[in-house]
């Protein structure tokens, strides 16, 4: 069994959209062996994808295919994260020095919160 890669990575939820998917491979940023890969391309169980998103490339391995798009909680079922540890630790400062960062979980900012973030940045 095979899957277009573009469909793959919407259904694991590496895009939020098909679209995304399909330019991303259009951009040459989705390839295994180091080949661009087209939109089109079928995976198959077994194959290392290589998905660059912003400077860091995350490594992936075809463990499944899912029917549709899948939950979160349910993504590890489909794909094995492959990705070297220092390239995660790279991606966890890129998300912390890119503008606002809050932690997972608390929530959406208070009305204060805010307030001193609009602060913080207008000063």
């Not at 399909?22 to 290589?50: F, H, N, R, T």
Request: glycine share 6%.
């Amino acid at each position: 069994m095979a899957m277009r890669i573009d469909k793959y990575l919407w259904c694991i939820r590496v895009y939020k959209t098909r679209t995304l998917a399909a330019d991303a491979c259009k951009g040459g940023k989705i390839k295994i062996g180091g080949q661009p890969l087209k939109a089109s391309y079928e995976v198959k169980k077994g194959d290392l994808l290589e998905v660059k998103i912003q400077s860091i490339i995350r490594k992936y391995e075809v463990l499944d295919f899912p029917k549709s798009r899948v939950a979160a909680k349910e993504v590890e079922t489909y794909r094995a994260e492959k990705t070297d540890p220092a390239e995660i630790e790279k991606w966890k400062t890129i998300k912390m020095n890119s503008g606002i960062f809050r932690e997972s979980g608390t929530g959406r900012p208070t009305k204060k919160d805010r307030r001193d973030m609009i602060r913080f940045f207008n000063d």
